[in-house]
Nanobody, 122 residues
Framework: QVQLVESGGGLVQAGDSLRLSCAVS????????MTWFRQAPGKEREYVST???????DYASSVKGRFTISRDNNKNTVWLQMNSLKPEDTAVYYC????????????????WGQGTQVTVSS
């Protein structure tokens, strides 16, 4: 059974930091890419960042320089370190397992976490 479990969301002020975690089970973690998406109220799900099995990283332009994605293949976990948070970062953040090279195409992902809420106040 595949499970992706996010944690680490919360309510913070602009300029603060948060670290999201996504623990994965039921997949061969060290051979897959992992991606973070987010969805704000009334908006479509938006690509945030991805990390390949061998640590290649990519970021959306809106978060580049502020967010850092990382992974530990021994712990089957991927993290998203979010610094200098802005009110426009407010969203539910989801991790997803990329088994097909989907990159930022959310509709091609089969495995998702339940999401964790990040709220940034001004």
């Amino acid at each position: 059974q595949v499970q992706l479990v996010e944690s680490g969301g919360g309510l913070v002020q602009a300029g603060d930091s948060l670290r999201l975690s996504c623990a994965v089970s039921g997949l061969t973690f060290n051979s897959i890419s992992m991606t973070w998406f987010r969805q704000a109220p009334g908006k479509e799900r938006e690509y945030v960042s991805t990390i390949s099995w061998n640590d290649n990283r990519d970021y959306a332009s809106s978060v580049k320089g502020r967010f850092t994605i990382s992974r530990d293949n021994n712990k089957n976990t991927v993290w998203l370190q979010m610094n200098s948070l802005k009110p426009e970062d407010t969203a539910v953040y989801y991790c997803a397992a990329d088994l097909v090279g989907a990159g930022g195409r959310a509709d091609e992902y089969d495995y998702w976490g339940q999401g964790t809420q990040v709220t940034v106040s001004s």
